[in-house]
């Protein structure tokens, strides 16, 4: 009975012991940094888990476009830089039923990395069951002026305070964009678009989301082209576009300065709530 008392105050011990290592520690800090929009990874550490973190850097002249995969349901964070190097971190979680299972599947499993001509991938790779067993944390620093494309699945998209080609695919997914200039392409379903603050080229193809997008106002302009089918449409309209509504279908067309920038956005059940800044 003595032995059994004291097998419980150590179990105690070591889950408090290894609650304040989390606190104090830098994961913590990358979870309740608020810079990061107030998006955490939605996975429970209170059980055994294990922690590895891998980083890449290239020159921004070997590399033109940045490739990330997220099937896991992690998080891609992109922030834009001023320096000519392209940082990539990666931050990978393993929890299983023991210690010793989790720090196998991170033997197991690892962050690849894909050079082809002037493009670099990474995606999660590896061997043995893991689903739902790994997360990963991308966290990006990239230039302006080349192209991001970021692939997520039940997961967050962070960008912001960037420039340059951007294109997106999400599914069941949040996607945060704030503060970017140049082209934006997505296509989504059953996901979450939150774009503010975008001055440049929209493209949408989406189904069963909900799209809030707030654009810049520029002498450059915007050409709209909006085709939501059984879906709603709302937010500050500028009187120079024309809304037309067949049955189900609504269609918003019409220009807003020069043109020059296209906003096209197809929607299939989708929610859109649109705004054009002065």
Do not use: C
């Not at 049955?247 to 020059?260: H, S, Y």
């Amino acid at each position: 009975m003595k032995i059994r008392r004291i097998t419980v105050l150590v179990l105690l011990a070591l889950t408090l012991l290894f609650f304040l290592d989390l606190k104090f520690s830098g994961l913590s800090a990358l979870f309740r940094d608020p810079s990061k929009k107030g998006i955490s990874l939605e996975m429970d550490l209170s059980g055994p888990n294990a922690q590895k973190t891998q980083h890449f850097a290239w020159d921004r002249e070997q590399v033109s476009a940045l490739r990330i995969s997220d099937h896991w349901g992690g998080e891609i964070r992109v922030a834009g830089t001023e320096g000519d190097q392209i940082l990539i971190g990666t931050h990978l979680i393993a929890k299983a039923a023991s210690a010793s299972r989790a720090e196998q599947l991170l033997e197991e499993w690892e962050v690849l990395e894909r050079a082809e001509k002037n493009q670099v991938s990474y995606e999660l790779a590896g061997q043995g069951p893991s689903k739902g067993n790994l997360k990963v944390i991308y966290q990006i620093q990239a230039p302006p002026g080349m192209k991001l494309l970021l692939e997520q699945k039940h997961g967050m998209v962070n960008v912001s305070g960037w420039e340059g080609d951007l294109r997106l695919e999400g599914q069941h997914a949040e996607i945060f964009v704030t503060d970017f200039a140049g082209s934006l392409a997505i296509k989504s379903n059953f996901s979450h678009l939150d774009l503010k603050n975008i001055e440049g080229a929209v493209i949408v193809e989406d189904a069963h989301s909900t799209l809030s997008l707030d654009l810049i106002n520029s002498a450059a302009g915007y050409d709209f082209d909006l085709n939501l089918n059984r879906g709603d449409l709302s937010g500050l309209l500028p009187s120079s576009l024309e809304l037309e509504e067949t049955g189900e279908r609504k269609k918003l067309r019409g220009r807003v300065g020069a043109g020059a920038n296209p906003v096209k956005i197809k929607g299939e059940f989708s929610t859109l709530t649109l705004s054009l800044k002065d």
